[in-house]
């Protein structure tokens, strides 16, 4: 069974410094992930998926095979980076989407 | 562009009473559609999803149905709702394999 752990649930992080938001899988197949972030008062949507390769707002993560890792990460932490993020992952074979429990970002000014 | 709708916002309601929250997608065509439960600490959980009308697929043995009766609207049911059905309850649409999913605004359901 696929499964998606995000092991922390709150995470601070001072403006400015590196911010990384852990996310690990368990697939028997070959994953495709994707992280979402639901703002204050605002939908939950996609962020970034691992497929595009593409940095959004300044966001990357980087599918490890080896650790079975997807970890999402910044340089340079903005005080709009504050949020709810969710790691998720699809099953191919039934267009399922796992989310992970989420991590609750929070960037101190 | 795609949208999706869903409502009502909020919702309370008593211990037994019955239950239809409504999702409809405009702007495309044979949508996957999903109904999740988001519970704090729990993070989403997948209820039913919908490959094509009539075509419910359901997650997790509960006290809610859904129902597609129409190609982009999508109905989460109960004849008899519980204090544990209190909850968020979030829709979402995909256009279909591999593709990403998009969200309504959900709908925080109080049972008293």
């Known amino acids: 069974a696929q499964r998606v752990t995000q092991p922390e649930k709150l995470l601070s992080v001072f403006k400015g410094a590196p911010v990384e938001l852990k996310c690990n899988y368990s697939?028997?197949?070959?994953?495709?992930l994707f992280w979402y972030v639901q703002y204050s008062r605002q939908r939950l949507q996609l962020l970034l998926r691992?497929?595009s390769r593409e940095s959004i707002k300044g966001f990357t993560a980087d599918l490890n095979k080896g650790e079975t890792s997807f970890h999402l990460k910044k340089p340079f932490a903005q005080e709009e980076d504050s949020a709810m993020y969710y790691c998720?992952?699809?099953?191919?074979?039934?267009?399922?989407?796992?989310f992970g429990t989420g991590t609750r970002l929070t960037i101190i000014p | 562009s795609q949208t999706i709708h869903q409502w009502p916002a909020t919702l309370v309601q008593p211990v037994g009473s019955p239950l239809s929250l409504e999702c409809t997608v405009e702007?495309?065509?044979?949508?996957?559609l999903y109904w999740y439960r988001q519970a704090a600490g729990r993070g989403l959980q997948l209820l039913f999803y919908?490959?094509?009308?009539?075509?419910i697929s359901s997650e997790v043995p509960q006290n809610l149905s859904a129902s597609r009766p129409q190609d982009r609207q999508f109905i989460l049911s109960s004849k008899k709702l519980l204090l544990s059905d209190s909850g968020f309850y979030l829709c979402?649409?995909?256009?279909?394999?591999?593709?990403?999913?998009?969200f309504g605004d959900g709908t925080r359901l109080s049972i008293l």
């Open positions: 979402a649409w995909s256009a279909g394999l591999n593709q990403p999913q998009h």
């Open positions: 697939y028997s197949g070959s994953p495709e």
């Open positions: 691992h497929i």
């Open positions: 998720a992952l699809i099953n191919f074979g039934n267009e399922k989407l796992t």
């Open positions: 702007g495309t065509s044979n949508p996957n």
């Open positions: 919908s490959v094509g009308i009539g075509q």
